[in-house]
């Protein structure tokens, strides 16, 4: 059985370059964990991963400016987690592959760890899946108080409420 997920479903909002940082990040966080509370250097992540020095290089760096990883030695270039395995998430590979939305984005491939493919598959479709939820509370009548003379259709309850909490 094919366990990775068919190209059109390798995107996170439609952003395939960000579900592959997003890949990217999440494998070497394994790594990083699975190595735990030992350091883990460049060299055994390129070996591992089988991404380039660069692509490592620029994913441990985004990671400590998160204060994910620490940089640990002085000889070649090594991280440490700087928190404990199970205080890092999904969340933390996110905003790993957003700071880097400037890089160059990895080539998109088939991932060492299809688990790792698997994991974010299955996190993406529901983040896009709440994200639409969420855009589905906000609708577009409102735009029609700017225009003089024209009121607003009565907004849903669930979308009253939903205004209550935010705004109280």
Sequence with gaps: MNTVPPAAARSIFGNAALYERLCAATEVLARVIA???????????????????????????????????????????????????AAVTLEDAFRCAL??????????RRPARPEVDMLVMQA???????????????PLDRLALAQPG???????????QAWAVAFG
Aim: proline residues 9%.
């Design 35 to 85: 190595r735990w509370p030992h350091a883990l250097d460049r060299a055994r992540l390129v070996q591992q991963t089988g991404r380039a020095a660069e692509e490592i290089d620029a994913i441990c760096a985004a990671l400590v400016r998160l204060d994910v990883l620490r940089p640990f030695g002085e000889s070649a270039p090594a991280w440490l987690l700087a928190v404990g395995p």
């Design 150 to 160: 024209k009121a607003a259709a009565p907004r849903p309850a669930c979308v009253r």
């Design 99 to 108: 700071a880097m939305h400037g890089a160059e984005s990895p080539e998109p």
């Design 124 to 138: 993406a479709i529901a983040v896009d899946q709440r994200v639409l939820l969420l855009l589905r509370q906000f």
